[in-house]
């Protein structure tokens, strides 16, 4: 016997491929109404959230040494530069752990991890601040697969209850 599994919500690369998935009911395979996968998807996102917070309250504790290496970024002087850089690193960092637009921020820093590490590449140095941007690296990418999963906020579609 075979069960086609047609969730409510259209999670990761399902909703790009748009198709359904077909799959033998074994012992193994959860139950419709276990989220597991969105239970992990959703400690994965409070592990980043965190990891991230804590790398930017380390940052803000070596606020002044951070700051006489902190690249000059469009032109701004490196102070302006970090504190701009930092409030959305946080903001990001929110909504993700929110689950608000989880797939906008996730690939918001991606790109701002990618380019750390290029930096760093570049300047032909493998600190261990480039390595550990390496692993955020692969963890948004997941998240931008994955999306925000069951357990996030979705923001209500009002064209729907409001037509044009």
Known sequence: MQYILIS???YGLECFLNERVDMKHTNSTPRPDVRTTDVAILFLRFFIGVVSLLHIIGKLQTYDNTILV???ILGLDPATSFAVATIIEGLLTAMIVLGVGTRFAAAMMCIISALVVIYSFMQGTMSADMRLNFVYMGIYITLLISGGGYYS????DLSKKYPK
């Open 70 to 72: 902190y690249p000059q």
């Open 153 to 156: 906020y979705r923001v209500p």
């Open 8 to 10: 409510k919500y259209c």
